[in-house]
C-alpha cells in the first residue's frame, strides 16, 4: 500500500540519521560514547554543546536550548524551508524517492494550514461565535465570507502535539511561528513540544492581502479586558496591507461602479459598513501609510469611474491626526488628487464607525458631520481645548486671530503639500466650484478662498483681514522675537542683559507708544518687523516665507534708547542695552549708553 506524504516524511525522519547529514552538511563530529557531540549553529558556540542522539536521531544545544529533528537540524543549518529540507536529503539520499507517494506534496502554506484548522469549529467555538454576532449586531454570513473564526485557547498546540501525525503540518506552522518548539526537557528522546502564539480564547481574523493571499491573523480578544485587544502574527508587516481592499476589488470592477470608498481605522469598522453595503478598507493604524495609498492609487488607477474618498478615522485625538495625515498622503498622489475627498467624523460620542453604527439604522447619519479637505484642514488648526473640531465656528474663530496667529495658521497649511501640488489641487477645485458641479457651503467657501489666496501668495491683508491691532503686543512679540533669535547665535546676551530689558520693557512701552502719538505718528508703524522672501524648502524648490527682519529689531532697541536718554525717564537708560555688532571682532557686544 502506497504512503502518505506524512508517512512519507516519517520515514525521512529515521532513514537518514544526523550523523550521517552532518557528513554532507561538513559538521565535525565529537564521539560521546554512542552519541555525537558538535558546535550549536543556532549560536556563537566556542564549546561544542549540542549532542546530537543516535537512538532518538534528534538533537539538543545545552546552552542555547535549541532541539529537534532532523528536519529542524537541516532547516537551521541551510536557513531553508521545511520542503526545502526535504527536498536536499532526496537530492543526496536518492535511494528515499523508492518510498515518495506518486501524488506528490501538496505545495499549501503555513497559513493556510491554520485557517484550515481554525475554520472547523467545536460545538464551544460555534456558541462562542455566535454570541459575539449576537453581541456586535453582526451576521454569520458576513463573518463567514470575512473568514472569522472562534478559536479556544492553544488550539492548534492541542491539535498537532501527536508524535509524526502532523510531521508537514507542525513545521511549516512553525516557520510561520503559529506554533513555538518548547526545550524538550528529556533530551535524549526524540519528543518535541510546540506551544501556540494564540494561548488565550480569541476571535480569529483572517488577513489577506490585495492579491487575496493569506498573510497573516489578527486575534481579538473575548473578554474587553484581555490585553493586547488585538494580537497580530509576528512579522505581519500592517503598512502594506488594507484590510477587506482584496473583498472590494472582488465587487467592485470595471462592470460594477464603485462609487465611495471609505478609509477607517479598524477592522470591524470595515465589516460595519461592509454589512451596510458600503465599501470600506481598514489601515489596521492610525492613518492611511504611504504603501497603502499606493495600493488605493492603484486600484483607482483600473477603475472607468470616478471615485469619491471619504476618510473616516475614529473620533478620538488620534483619530482626528489620523484623518490630516491619510489627507496628506492622499494628496501625494496624483491618480488621488483627482478623486473628491472628504473627511467624516463623528459628533456623537462613539468611538469608531463600528459603534456608531451598532447603534443605528444604516441611514442614519445625524451624528456624523462630513467636511471637504479645506473646511477640515482649517477646523484642525482652529480647534482648542475648549472647542471641539466640530464646534468651530471657522469664520468667527479666524477673525478673532491676530495676523501673526492667522499667517502661522495658513503656513502650516500650505507646507502640508509642495507648491506643484498645492497648484493643481487648486486649479481643479476652483474650476469645479467655477462651473457648480462641486455643492459648496459657507465654511468650506471659506477655507478655501484663504488657503488659495495664501498659497498663491496674494497680499497679506486680502486673506488676513483687517483687525484691532495690539499694538503693546506687537513690541512685546518683537522683545520675545529678538531674545529667541539671539539664543541661537553662536555668541550669546547673557541672562543678565535679558533681564534688564524685561524689567523695564512694560512701562517704557507705554512710553514708546504716547511718544510717538504725541509726534502724531501712525501707531500701525509699530508692528512687528517682517519682510516676505522666497527659501529653500528642499532641492530646487522654493516657497514663501514671512520671515522676521532682525536688524529691524536691533534698530528698535536702538530708537528706545534714544527716546529714553530725551525724555523725563532717562533713568530706565541704564537698563536698556544698545546692540551693537563689531565686525572686526565678529561679535556682540552691549553698552548702556545709546
Known sequence: MQKTMNEYYCYLSKAITLHEACKVLGIELIPSGDDYICRCFFHDDEHPSMHLYTESNSYYCFQCGENGNLFSFIKGKLGCSFLESVQWIEKHYPEVLSEKPTIGEQNIDGYEIARNFYCVMSEEEEQGLSVFVKDRKFTRKLLNDAEIYYAKGRKLQHLLNKKDQFIEQTNKLEEKQLLNRVPNQMHHINVERYEDYFKADRIMITLRNDRSEIIGFAGRSIVEQDKPKYLFTKRLDKKHLLYRLNHVKRKYSKDRKLQTLYIVEGIFDALRLEKNNQAAVAVLGSHLTQTQTS??????????????????????????????????????????????????????????????????????????????????????????????????????????????????????????????????????????????????????????????????????????????????????????????????????????????????????????????????????????????????????????????????????????????????????????????????????????NG
Not at 409 to 416: A, G, N
Not at 427 to 450: C, I, M, T, W
Not at 484 to 507: G, K, P
Open 295 to 592: 495600493l488605493i492609487e492603484e486600484y483607482v488607477k483600473s477603475l472607468d469611474c470616478a471615485v469619491t474618498l471619504c476618510v473616516f478615522m475614529d473620533s478620538d485625538e488620534a483619530g482626528l491626526k489620523g484623518n490630516y495625515e491619510t489627507i496628506r498622503n492622499l494628496w501625494k498622489r496624483s491618480a488621488l488628487r483627482k478623486c473628491n475627498i472628504n473627511v467624516n467624523v463623528i459628533t456623537s460620542g462613539e468611538k469608531d464607525p463600528d459603534e456608531y453604527y451598532s447603534k443605528r439604522r444604516k441611514e442614519e447619519n445625524e451624528g456624523i458631520a462630513t467636511y471637504s479637505v479645506f473646511e477640515y484642514l482649517f477646523r484642525y488648526h482652529l480647534r482648542n481645548e475648549e472647542t471641539t473640531l466640530a464646534e468651530v465656528d471657522i469664520q468667527e474663530e479666524y477673525s478673532s486671530k491676530t495676523i501673526e496667529e492667522k499667517i502661522n495658521i495658513l503656513h502650516k497649511i500650505e507646507s502640508f503639500l509642495l507648491d506643484d501640488e498645492w497648484r493643481e489641487i487648486i486649479g481643479r477645485y476652483h474650476s469645479l466650484y467655477a462651473e457648480g458641479k462641486q455643492d459648496v457651503n459657507v465654511p468650506e467657501d471659506f477655507s478655501f478662498g484663504l488657503i488659495k489666496g495664501y498659497v498663491q501668495g496674494e497680499n497679506a491683508e486680502k486673506y488676513c483681514g483687517e483687525e484691532k491691532r495690539d499694538y503693546l503686543y506687537h513690541m512685546r512679540n518683537a522683545l520675545q522675537i529678538a531674545r529667541i533669535s539671539y539664543e541661537r547665535e553662536d555668541i550669546r546676551l547673557d541672562e543678565w542683559t535679558w533681564d534688564r530689558i524685561e524689567i523695564c520693557a512694560d512701562a517704557f512701552f507705554v512710553h514708546f507708544y504716547e511718544d510717538l502719538l504725541a509726534n502724531e505718528l501712525s501707531p500701525r508703524t509699530i508692528q512687528i518687523p517682517m519682510i516676505e522672501a522666497m527659501t529653500p524648502k528642499k532641492l530646487d524648490v522654493q516657497r514663501r516665507k514671512l520671515i522676521y527682519c532682525h536688524e529691524e529689531l536691533v534698530l528698535q532697541q536702538y530708537v528706545l534708547n534714544e527716546l529714553l536718554s530725551r525724555g523725563c525717564y532717562s533713568q530706565y537708560e541704564e537698563f536698556i542695552p544698545a546692540i551693537r555688532y563689531q565686525s572686526g571682532r565678529g561679535t556682540y557686544m552691549t553698552e548702556s
